[in-house]
């Protein structure tokens, strides 16, 4: 069956320190790979996705980055946190061919001080 | 206005209550609609997809009303586990792999 890792699961950074969060996914291959942001008391907001390996799209400007490495690894990096980046952040994957049901990852509770 | 729309909540229910949940969506092209839920701190997890004829799992009812873009969820006889927040999702006109999620809604139901 199939799984999705996200880590860490918590992280308190100071603002204008840097940012790399993970995600993997097991048992398929090829996934089309997301990371969202749900901000307190907001919806989810796509921030990239990826269909392949080195292969980005990004859905808002802003100051984060992602990239895929590895056909099941995805990363979202930031050089210079804001304090506005604080969030939950769910890495998720879907088949290629069943695109529309979304697996989320367990997610990354971020807070910038 | 927002690509999906939804009551924030909360709705708070007395357990074995029917409840019903509405959501909007803006764009007229989209072509998939899905209702996930979300607990607390946790992410979300897809409950169903909704189709055209409407669709029933148990105790959970979708519908969907394209000429009013109006999609909703029934849940009959509430349980406490029934608790969560949940997300209205449509797919992106033109492109299938790009989900539009709505803020939810949150329902509480009390024993």
């Known amino acids: 069956s199939q799984t999705i890792h996200q880590w860490p699961a918590t992280l308190v950074q100071p603002v204008g320190s840097p940012l790399s969060l993970e995600c993997t996914v097991e048992?398929?291959?090829?996934?089309?790979l997301y990371w969202y942001r749900q901000a307190a008391g907001r919806g989810l907001q796509l921030l990239f996705y990826s269909v392949g390996i080195g292969q980005i799209s990004s859905e808002v400007p802003q100051n984060l980055s992602a990239s895929r490495p590895q056909d099941r690894q995805f990363i979202l990096s930031s050089k210079k946190l804001l304090l506005s980046d604080s969030g939950f952040y769910l890495c998720a994957w879907t088949d290629r061919g069943r695109e529309e049901t979304q697996y989320f990852g367990p997610g990354t509770r971020l807070l910038v001080l | 206005r927002k690509e999906v729309e939804q009551d924030p909540g909360p709705f708070n229910v007395p357990e074995g209550a029917t409840v019903a949940f509405n959501c909007t969506y803006s764009?007229?092209?989209?072509?998939?609609f899905f209702w996930y839920r979300q607990d607390c701190r946790k992410e979300p997890k897809l409950l169903m997809s909704v189709y055209s004829s409407g669709n029933e799992d148990g105790r959970f009812t979708a519908q969907l009303n394209r000429a009013s873009q109006y999609i909703s969820l029934l849940i009959r006889d509430s349980k406490l586990s029934d608790s969560a927040t949940y997300l209205c999702v449509v797919n992106r006109s033109g492109a299938t792999n790009k989900l539009i999620f709505g803020t939810g809604t949150l329902l509480a139901v009390q024993p």
């Open positions: 048992g398929t291959s090829n996934p089309n």
């Open positions: 764009n007229s092209a989209s072509q998939s």
